[in-house]
């Protein structure tokens, strides 16, 4: 199955763009964190599959300087896996 994603990454890199070229500073660690949480929160009041939120580097944008991240969501799972994926994230 070939799956292709098109959105607006105008002025945004990808996470690991971004952490290649600058060590991240506390301040856009947070930023990145309450970015994560915002997107797991929407995604429960939207009442889908946490799942979805793809938590890759490569696939994460975030605007330089400040690290405001933006996720991909795939609607393609069927069951959540709870807070497990965002704690591997962090560590």
Do not use: W
Not at 9 to 30: E, G, P, T
Not at 39 to 58: C, P, S
């Amino acid at each position: 199955m070939d799956i292709q994603i098109y959105y607006n990454v105008k002025s945004k890199i990808s996470l690991s763009q971004a952490v290649n070229r600058q060590k991240m500073s506390k301040d856009q660690f947070i930023n990145l964190i309450l970015g994560c949480v915002h997107a797991f929160k929407e995604v429960d009041e939207y009442q889908l599959v946490n799942k979805g939120v793809l938590l890759d580097i490569d696939l994460i944008f975030v605007k330089p300087g400040s690290f405001e991240p933006s996720f991909i969501y795939l609607p393609i799972y069927a069951h959540d896996e709870g807070i497990t994926k965002l704690k591997e994230f962090i560590t």
